[in-house]
């Protein structure tokens, strides 16, 4: 299931107002908070109601989603569920995280002189399998998937992607040709006019 979240956080430009907009890892964040609410939801209603289901949570690879990791494991304590490291757990929980990718589409200028934007998305996907300890069934298997997108202006790139988390950054594309080229003319041609037009009306 796909679920396609919007306003985590602060947002970006919209319609000329500009607030800070969310960095990329906490924008994941929320996304990860979003997937863990519906997966525990799902974890308890398999693993029985009683309180004394103890959990073993494993996260796989562990990088780069140790962040989901504590998310998961906050709403899994939120719920009474008993963490359990020792392997002695009634249930083992396994995380993996197929999809975690920043992308960057359509660099443009908002209006003639305004701001240089682009549009950002986000895409979270995890898998679960939650196993029965004691008969190595499994006895959930799930995949949930978490989009986010916005507009932010291109000035913020740097302050919304981490240089020491890799997963936060994504590449730009190319600027298109009319930000490059044709831009700069149109304004040089309105200046050159302009400046026509007063010493026109002067003599």
Not at 142 to 156: A, V, W
């Amino acid at each position: 299931m796909v679920i396609v979240l919007a306003g985590i956080a602060g947002t970006a430009c919209h319609s000329g107002t500009q607030t800070d907009p969310a960095t990329n890892l906490q924008v994941f964040r929320g996304l990860a908070a979003s997937a863990a609410a519906e997966l525990t939801g799902d974890v308890v209603t398999k693993s029985g109601r009683s309180d004394s289901s103890t959990l073993a949570l494993t996260l796989v690879p562990r990088e780069p989603g140790w962040f989901l990791e504590d998310t998961v494991a906050r709403q899994l304590s939120s719920l009474g569920r008993v963490l359990d490291g020792g392997g002695s757990a009634t249930y083992s929980i396994e995380l993996g995280i197929p999809d975690l990718r920043v992308a960057y589409a359509d660099i443009r200028t908002e209006g003639l002189f305004g701001p240089r934007i682009v549009d950002r998305h986000l895409t979270l996907s995890l898998e679960a399998k939650v196993i029965r300890q004691d008969s190595g069934s499994i006895v959930l298997a799930k995949r949930i998937d978490r989009e986010y997108g916005d507009t932010i202006m291109l000035s913020d790139l740097s302050r919304v992607e981490s240089s020491s988390l890799s997963f936060t950054r994504g590449l730009l594309p190319p600027e298109g040709w009319f930000s490059t080229f044709a831009e700069p003319l149109i304004v040089v041609g309105a200046i050159a006019v302009a400046v026509l037009l007063l010493f026109t009306v002067r003599s």
